[in-house]
């Protein structure tokens, strides 16, 4: 296999190999990078126990994704002298491959881009699309009738318009260095030559019996006795080596135009309730390139995403509020504290409000944002926390002087299974994206070796008559999500932090913490992704991490009026942060994750 060292790709997959067939949670460096100079950064803990982590050294450039081997590839391009985009393309087709539950080409992406030179922030929507014949919802058939959610949560009906292939093609035409076709050689070598089964990936099977009743899942991934092959066995995908083949070869358009797209269309007619989608609705899919959203807080600039996500809104009106709940700053003692956690409970709980009732497509719907985020709507918004006791009921707040409609609340759940890359480059660059087939394996169809996703489950239902919902389904529409790729800027206008989260609707919370973590209290990204969640995703339940510190805030929270329950959160986080001499970073220790340096 050609490497940027000698052996580098062929050892890795030895030791990965190795560690993991004898549970090994921890791997020399060396054994994941040949002859560069990266540090492991943690040992997995997909399989169970407490999370740990350890960051890279201070390096150049350094890489975080949710998979050793595409952290590996993402470092090779970049010593083959590509940049930050690059190493995001490289890494985002291997984890196609090695984690096809979570992302891949059949699924939608959000990308944030700071690129120095141009001293220019670029935000990237490659999410999925409803297609352009629909219903009112999911749930609604052609001829009006009321589906059973199950029975249309997975397969062809739920399967959106794919973004992941335009958005990495519109990057690369745009801030790529490197050809195109050489960014695909690392996940071409590792579909034809193998990757071992990974813990996570494993666990997800292990416990989602669903999977085995599709042949094509089975038929790869589960063995004779209908368990899922053991961690560690060498998986192999020939046919989506050839797909990234002609996909290097061709370019996305040619690509999907000489029959990608078509397949693909008629890959979800399969099931009891055959798709919508229509090889047209694919080659008219574009992406759409939005002005990032900002907002300072205390000393930084910190920039995410816009509309349909809005996890970016929740994040930045989070940050403010819990700003102004605490003028006199945040320490480490305080993050003991129920005090501290409580107002930022009800933080989340007002941010969750607003969203539900104004973000959606904002090509299709009007979406408020900058007045949810102005400063004076933000303080009437926090000045609502009441110390003493949690809010009894929390609704949207007006960030208009008049109502835009009457619209009813979106309570549509978003899906957990998501993953994310960060890169920073030696010139400064730093690219994140968080990308997604929504649901674990999304609609459980595959063609030409990549799983299609579910995305059209993340729609609210149909809304009460005589009212809008802002997410409601409609043609060429893009349901909101909570994604929320970032990039804080410090007062001289450095990127200081990048980074974002896998983990459905509790994405909000998990970047937003790891955030308060690194920029009040100094921590770096391996304290902080080894630290327990609070999460509000559901409020008005509270959801503390099982088997983590944050758990003993059940009782003083609860004292409060907060309705807690104790539960795993399996984030699947990654930052890096600027330090003196280079950058630092963490990958998630509940995932298979790994960030390196070089």
């Not at 956690?341 to 607003?354: C, K, M, P, T």
């Not at 009894?392 to 008049?402: D, E, I, M, N, T």
């Not at 959801?543 to 795993?568: I, S």
């Amino acid at each position: 296999m050609r490497s940027s060292s000698p052996s580098g790709m062929s050892f890795a997959l030895a030791c990965l190999r190795h560690g993991w067939r004898r549970g090994l949670l921890a791997l020399p460096a060396a054994a994941l990078i040949g002859c560069s100079s990266p540090t492991v950064v943690r040992p997995t803990a997909a399989t169970g126990g407490a999370p740990s982590a350890i960051d890279v050294k201070p390096q150049p450039s350094a890489v975080s994704t949710a998979h050793p081997l595409a952290t590996h590839a993402a470092l090779r391009v970049l010593a083959e002298g590509g940049n930050a985009i690059d190493a995001t393309i490289a890494a985002q087709l291997v984890l196609g491959l090695v984690e096809p539950q979570s992302s891949g080409l059949g699924g939608g992406s959000m990308l944030l881009v700071w690129n120095p030179a141009r001293q220019q922030l670029r935000s990237y929507d490659g999410l999925a699309a409803a297609p352009a014949h629909t219903t009112a919802s999911l749930r609604t058939d052609v001829d009006g009738r009321l589906l059973n959610a199950d029975a249309v949560s997975r397969g062809g009906r739920s399967v959106g318009v794919p973004g992941t292939p335009a958005l990495l093609a519109l990057a690369h035409q745009e801030q790529g260095r490197l050809p195109w076709a050489q960014l695909f050689q690392p996940a071409i070598e590792l579909a034809r030559g193998g990757h071992p089964m990974a813990p996570y990936v494993h666990a997800i099977l292990a416990r989602d019996p669903g999977a085995r009743l599709h042949p094509e899942f089975r038929d790869d991934w589960f063995g004779p006795d209908g368990r899922p092959w053991p961690v560690g066995k060498l998986m192999r995908n020939p046919t989506y080596a050839d797909t990234l083949q002609q996909l290097a070869t061709q370019g996305t358009a040619n690509w999907l135009r000489h029959g990608a797209a078509q397949r693909l269309a008629d890959a979800a007619q399969r099931g009891e309730h055959p798709g919508l989608i229509r090889s047209d609705d694919v080659l008219r899919y574009r992406v759409v390139e939005r002005d990032p959203l900002c907002a300072t807080v205390r000393v930084w600039k910190v920039c995410s995403v816009a509309p349909p996500s809005f996890g970016g809104i929740a994040i930045l009106q989070m940050l403010q509020m819990v700003d102004l709940q605490n003028p006199g700053g945040i320490d480490a003692a305080a993050l003991d504290g129920t005090a501290f956690w409580h107002r930022y409970v009800e933080a989340g709980r007002l941010a969750q409000a607003d969203r539900r009732q104004w973000v959606g497509d904002p090509d299709q719907v009007a979406v408020p944002t900058q007045a949810m985020l102005a400063p004076a709507y933000v303080h009437r918004r926090a000045a609502l926390i009441d110390p003493s006791h949690a809010l009894r009921a929390v609704r949207a707040g007006q960030p208009l002087s008049a109502s835009l409609s009457s619209r009813s609340d979106d309570h549509s759940t978003v899906a957990a299974e998501t993953s994310q890359i960060v890169v920073a480059d030696a010139q400064g660059m730093v690219a994140t994206t968080t990308t997604t087939i929504n649901l674990n394996f999304g609609s459980r169809l595959r063609v030409d070796g990549y799983v299609l996703n579910n995305v059209l489950t993340n729609f609210g239902a149909a809304p009460t008559p005589g009212q809008v919902m802002a997410n409601q389904m409609a043609p060429g529409k893009r349901p909101v999500t909570s994604m929320a790729p970032v990039i804080v800027f410090d007062a001289q206008g450095h990127a200081l932090v990048a980074g974002g989260s896998a983990g459905g609707g509790q994405i909000v919370d998990y970047v937003a913490r790891s955030l308060i973590e690194m920029l009040w209290l100094g921590r770096s990204p391996a304290q902080v992704l080894a630290a327990g969640h609070v999460s509000t995703a559901f409020a008005p339940r509270v959801q503390l991490e099982a088997g983590t510190a944050r758990a003993a805030l059940a009782d003083g929270l609860r004292a409060l009026g907060h309705d807690v329950v104790v539960q795993p959160l399996p984030s699947g986080a990654g930052f890096l942060q600027r330090v003196p001499g280079g950058w630092i970073g963490a990958a998630d220790p509940r995932r298979d994750g790994v960030a390196l340096g070089q």
